[in-house]
């Protein structure tokens, strides 16, 4: 967690570097008041537009801290809690709905073995922090399969690292390849499973820009809302800044009004995958189209992407515990 006095600097810098000391003063009391009220950290502050929102407006949003403060009062912090924290527990519980080949690296014997085996199968993967967060440290790696480059590999992961998930690269579908090839491009999906059964209340497509293979807003990436009946992108494109985008800034791809492919196919996925967990209010899942179909890649109880829109969430998460 970043101190919030450095929060609220990096904030500013941002999103109000051209304001006098003046109004960037009033901005860091109206950032500290919002905090307190509505426990909204300085860079959802700005994301939330709550520069220009009345205290009533406010209070419709939902803050990460209170998001995660809920769903820890729901589900406790033993193993259930683990299931949506640790990337390989994940995969454990939801091995065929991955659909590609996944080890864990750590400096046990056994798991150097597992990915020693997994290196001689696939040489390149992409690896990942186990309880890493915003894509931060995943990388796609590449070795030759002799005992010298699996070596040097086991030997930089761990140098960056005590715990990695290590995943077969997935052959994406050149449908979504269109937003931007570099990346892999995923379908953010909430889904809730409450008294009344399940229901999906909010999805995004996120992409990456030119060159990266991280598509999350958080780390650079751009998201865009999808229309959930129809699977068609229904907002301008958005990222960690003030810009929107019907086009992607690289690519040119339209994204305004894309079709994602095969969506039937993904909200039936979305349903089964959430039908092992419905003790779970709700879970934010991250799919990928393959050649092969869609794959998920993780489940999270990340932020409501809906509120980067400036439109509060609280009546939709609330309904999660009904």
Not at 1 to 14: G, K, S
Request: hydrophobic share 40%.
């Amino acid at each position: 967690m970043v101190p919030f006095e450095e929060a609220a600097a990096e904030a500013l810098e941002i999103y109000a570097a051209e304001k006098d000391e003046g109004a960037k003063q009033a901005i860091h009391q109206d950032m500290i008041r919002a905090w307190y009220k509505n426990t909204v950290s300085p860079e959802e502050y700005y994301i939330f537009g709550f520069q220009d929102l009345k205290q009533t407006q406010r209070d419709t949003f939902v803050s990460r801290k209170e998001k995660d403060q809920k769903m820890v009062l729901h589900v406790g912090l033993g193993e259930d809690y683990l299931l949506l924290k640790d990337k390989y527990k994940f995969y454990c519980h939801f091995q065929e709905f991955f659909h590609r080949d996944v080890c864990r690296l750590t400096d046990s014997e056994a798991d150097r073995n597992g990915f020693i085996s997994f290196c001689k199968a696939h040489s390149a993967y992409i690896a990942k922090n186990n309880k890493g967060r915003m894509g931060i440290g995943t990388a796609v790696r590449q070795q030759d399969g002799t005992e010298a480059s699996i070596a040097s590999e086991i030997a930089y992961l761990l140098s960056h690292g005590k715990e990695w998930v290590i995943e077969e690269l997935i052959d994406q579908d050149e449908r979504m390849a269109l937003l931007n090839p570099s990346s892999l491009n995923t379908v953010r999906i909430c889904s809730r499973w409450n008294s009344e059964g399940f229901s999906v209340f909010e999805a995004f497509v996120r992409m990456g820009r030119a060159g990266s293979v991280i598509d999350n807003v958080s780390s650079g990436g751009l998201a865009a809302a999808i229309d959930i009946k129809t699977g068609i992108v229904s907002s301008k494109g958005f990222g960690k800044g003030v810009e929107m985008y019907a086009r992607h800034p690289d690519t040119d791809a339209a994204l305004l009004g894309f079709q994602i492919p095969d969506w039937d196919q993904l909200m039936q996925e979305v349903e089964k995958i959430h039908s092992l967990i419905s003790y779970y209010p709700y879970v934010g899942w991250d799919f990928a189209l393959s050649k092969n179909g869609w794959v998920v890649i993780e489940g999270n109880w990340g932020n409501f992407l809906t509120q980067y829109l400036k439109i509060g969430m609280r009546k939709e998460f609330e309904k999660c515990f009904k």
